[in-house]
């Protein structure tokens, strides 16, 4: 047999003896809910009016049921914290599903502050609060308001994870704050604004009970013991059999066999390539990173100051626009018309045009036009050398 598959077989017959054993001591809370509509509770969560919190839970979990307005509600304490409204728990994946029991998500985001508790987001995306004066009413008509922070008589409260949104509204409004917010999936917002009132995606690592739920097997403090965690009741039926384990183990065994195989000879046969090989291996790694980078504000290559400052500035004079493009009439950075005595900049390669200030923030962060996304810098191999 082949050391691999020999690994292998051990882990299994580990992980199976391990699984049995504790089977004995059953010594497992009971599930419980704050209501039949409600989500169930167990290890390492558990309700301080109905299970003792000695046995039953871990430091930190602890849940309230809560029956305000003829609303059943299951809340989570967290540390410094109002509560959340628990929606779902997956106690295989470790992840629960929160919201605000008073409905407004959004003001709780403003102050969500997870440092103390166990939990962390799984993903997290950056959003600007805009507060914008009833002024300027017609962003409504483009952007959704806050309903819960709003004074629609006096200011609108706007949300974005746009940075062109950004631009646009931080020339008109105050900025509230810049705060992450966690998403129920990477990049789940692509609009323009959100009014942030869907649940909080959370998770937790410790206590870790994943293998022995999704075992069906359920999770509970050892006797005695401070805070040590075994995995009790898994059921017979759901145990691998010996013959089952062998059978498996062949099946991941060999196939892994086989894949470290070929990595190996691919390896090889790059390094017979010698010195190209891995330049050539260095710069996908590089090509990919950058593209990675490229989907995050915060790690766009933007160009440097000389360079910005370096494109064609034109001052637009009271008798009308002498532009490159004459029915460019309007910047689509702010989405304002240009004004007499107003400092126009132009990209030197499409010629596109946008208010100085505004284009000023933009190329820092990002290198390409914003309408048409060429980079000036493709056109410039001098600039291309003299920035790396
Ligand atoms: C259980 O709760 C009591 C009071 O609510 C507290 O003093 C005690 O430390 C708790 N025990 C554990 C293990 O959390
Ligand atoms: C909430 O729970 C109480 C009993 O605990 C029940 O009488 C009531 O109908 C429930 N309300 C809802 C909306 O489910
Ligand atoms: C969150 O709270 C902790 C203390 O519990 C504090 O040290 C930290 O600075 C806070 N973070 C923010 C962003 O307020
Ligand atoms: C928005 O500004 C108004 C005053 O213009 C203020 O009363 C209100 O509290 C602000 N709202 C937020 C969420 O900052
Ligand atoms: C747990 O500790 C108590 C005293 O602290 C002792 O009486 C009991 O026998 C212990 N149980 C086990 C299973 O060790």
Not at 358 to 373: A, G, Q, Y
Request: with cysteine; glycine share 4%; charged share 15%.
């Amino acid at each position: 047999m082949n050391f691999p598959n020999l690994i292998l077989i051990l882990v299994c017959f580990h992980f199976l003896f391990n699984l049995h054993q504790t089977q004995a001591e059953s010594e497992a809370c009971l599930d419980t809910a704050c209501h039949t509509n409600q989500p169930p509770i167990r290890f390492p969560f558990y309700i301080e009016t109905i299970q003792p919190n000695n046995t039953c839970g871990f430091p930190g979990f602890k849940l309230l049921c809560s029956n305000k307005n003829g609303k059943n509600q299951t809340l989570l304490n967290l540390p410094y914290m109002e509560e959340f409204n628990i929606q779902k728990i997956n106690y295989a994946t470790q992840e629960l599903f929160v919201n605000d029991p008073n409905n407004c998500l959004p003001k709780r985001l403003l102050s969500l502050n997870l440092s103390s508790s166990p939990f962390h987001a799984v993903y997290y995306q950056q959003f600007t609060f805009f507060n914008c004066s009833f002024k300027f009413k017609h962003l409504t008509s483009r952007y959704k308001p806050i309903p819960c922070l709003t004074d629609s008589s006096k200011y609108n409260v706007f949300a974005t994870p746009s940075l062109t949104v950004f631009l646009h509204l931080s020339s008109v409004c105050d900025i509230v704050d810049t705060v992450n917010v966690p998403v129920q999936s990477p990049f789940y917002d692509r609009v323009l604004s959100s009014q942030l009132d869907d649940d909080l995606r959370l998770s937790w690592n410790s206590p870790s009970c994943r293998r022995c739920e999704s075992h069906a097997g359920r999770c509970g403090l050892q006797v005695n013991s401070s805070f040590e965690i075994s995995c009790y009741n898994v059921p017979p039926t759901q145990g691998i059999s010996r013959g089952a384990s062998y059978a498996i183990a062949i099946s991941i065994g060999v196939p892994t066999l086989l894949c470290f195989i070929l990595i190996l000879s691919w390896i090889c046969s790059n390094l017979r390539y010698g010195i190209h090989g891995w330049t050539w291996a260095r710069d996908t790694v590089a090509d990919f990173e950058s593209l990675l980078n490229s989907q995050q504000y915060n790690n766009i290559l933007g160009l440097d100051k000389p360079t910005i400052e370096s494109y064609q500035k034109i001052v637009i004079g009271d008798d009308g626009i002498h532009l490159p493009r004459p029915n460019d009439k309007t910047c689509s950075i702010c989405l304002s018309e240009y004004m007499p005595k107003e400092t126009v900049k132009t990209m030197p390669k499409c010629e596109h045009c946008f208010h100085a200030q505004c284009i000023d923030e933009w190329l820092p962060l990002n290198s390409s036009c914003p309408i048409c996304r060429t980079s000036p810098t493709c056109l410039l191999p001098s600039e291309n050398l003299a920035q790396s």
